[in-house]
Structures are given as structure tokens and as C-alpha cells.
């Protein structure tokens, strides 16, 4: 697929860096992720425990073209919230709608400049099963840094490979999510969806709580 022209409503109050982005964060998540960081420095590599439960949740975003400025256009997996997709690129996917109403999925790097070089790969793949069907993601069939066109009530599933957040990691190098559009109101361009994300690296898990798997 080509990549369109997408334009940006950018709020210059938004333009912040990933580490500020994620300096946002509770404090009892960071410190979970700290603690396991140091654990296994100090610990067996193999069978690491998950520190961080899964995020599910549901929310509105704005397709990308005339979104407003600062208004959420995009998911983040690690922090499994919707945000701005902003010159910041402190998201994984970003939203938007044809002419048609069709619903496209766009990954981080089909949205960034060529000058960008905070950007990170991100994989895409449709799922059959319904969206409380799929417990776990698998690992293999994603389609990186290619933009998606999708339709309501079907499951994407996405593949981060933030180095930001994994670049360090012994559990691996990339984080799950999965997603389905609920609804889309051309009018007013606006897309209800529903996901959920598990932001530890090298975990597949999608069931509440934190991950075995």
C-alpha cells in the first residue's frame, strides 16, 4: 500500500520526548519495572516473571487527518492508553479513515519523516477469533511497518518493537497488544475502540492480571 500524505494537528504544549512522555507514568509502574530490571541482573535469566499486569481498556480517538490538536489518534502499548500522534512519536499506531469510511491502521514509521530517528518497527496482523477469544498473541505473521485497512469489530493484533522500552531486555524484544474498532462516526470522524495490551517485553499474554506467559 502507498503511503498517503497525513497531516498533523500539532500542539507545541504535546511536543515532548519520549522519556518526559514516559516520566508521566504511575510511579508504582516504574518502580515494577525497575525492580525487575534489577532482579535480573542478579537472578536466572530463564523463566523471568512478568512485573507488570495487562491494560484493557476501551476509548475515542480521532482519525488523523483534522484531528484536533493535542486529541488522541493513536495507541501506545506500554502504557495501553490512547495519545496524540504528534512529533513526540511517542505512540505504535495511529488511526484514520478514508474517503470511503474505511478504517486504516497506520504503524509508527509510516507516519514519521525520513528525519525522524526516534521511530521504532511495529507489525500488524487481522485475527479471525473474537476479540475475548484471543488469550495470548502469537509471535510470527506480523506485517512490519505496513499500513493496514480494516473494518469494525475485527481484531488487529500488534507487534511494538520499542527499543526504548525493550532495548535492554532479557525477555525479549517486543511487546503484544490487540485491538478492534467498536465504532465510527464519519461526521464527526471518530473511532470508539477497545484493547488490550501486556507492556512486558517478551510476553504474549492478553488475560488479566500479570502474565505467566
Known amino acids: 500500500m502507498s503511503n498517503p500524505f497525513i497531516s498533523?494537528?500539532?500542539?507545541?504544549?504535546d511536543m515532548t520526548c519520549r522519556t518526559d512522555f514516559r516520566k508521566r507514568r504511575p510511579v508504582a509502574v516504574?518502580?515494577?519495572?525497575?525492580?525487575?530490571?534489577?532482579?535480573?541482573?542478579?537472578?536466572?535469566?530463564?523463566?523471568?516473571?512478568?512485573?507488570?499486569?495487562t491494560i484493557s481498556d476501551t476509548g475515542t480517538v480521532y482519525a488523523l487527518n483534522g484531528a484536533p490538536a493535542g486529541a488522541p489518534s493513536g495507541l501506545h502499548v506500554f502504557t495501553g492508553t490512547v495519545v496524540p500522534v504528534d512529533q513526540s512519536f511517542a505512540f505504535d499506531v495511529g488511526f484514520d479513515l478514508d474517503s470511503t469510511g474505511a478504517i486504516i491502521v497506520y504503524p509508527q514509521r509510516t507516519v514519521a519523516t525520513a528525519l525522524s530517528t526516534t521511530t521504532h518497527s511495529v507489525g500488524l496482523q487481522t485475527a479471525k477469533d473474537t476479540f475475548e477469544a484471543i488469550l495470548s498473541a502469537p509471535k510470527s505473521g506480523y506485517r512490519a511497518d505496513t499500513a493496514l485497512v480494516t473494518q469494525r469489530n475485527v481484531v488487529v493484533l500488534v507487534q511494538s518493537n520499542d527499543q526504548g522500552v525493550c532495548g535492554l531486555s532479557l525477555t525479549g524484544t517486543s511487546m503484544y497488544a490487540?485491538?478492534?474498532?467498536?465504532e465510527v462516526n464519519r461526521l464527526t470522524r471518530q473511532l470508539k475502540i477497545r484493547?488490550?495490551?501486556?507492556?512486558?517485553?517478551?510476553f504474549v499474554s492478553f488475560q488479566s492480571g500479570v502474565p505467566k506467559n
Do not use: R, Y
Open 8 to 13: 498533523f494537528a500539532v500542539d507545541s504544549s
Open 30 to 53: 516504574l518502580a515494577a519495572a525497575v525492580v525487575a530490571t534489577f532482579g535480573l541482573a542478579c537472578g536466572d535469566f530463564t523463566g523471568v516473571p512478568a512485573s507488570l499486569p
Open 178 to 182: 490487540k485491538f478492534e474498532v467498536t
Open 195 to 202: 484493547w488490550t495490551a501486556d507492556p512486558n517485553c517478551g
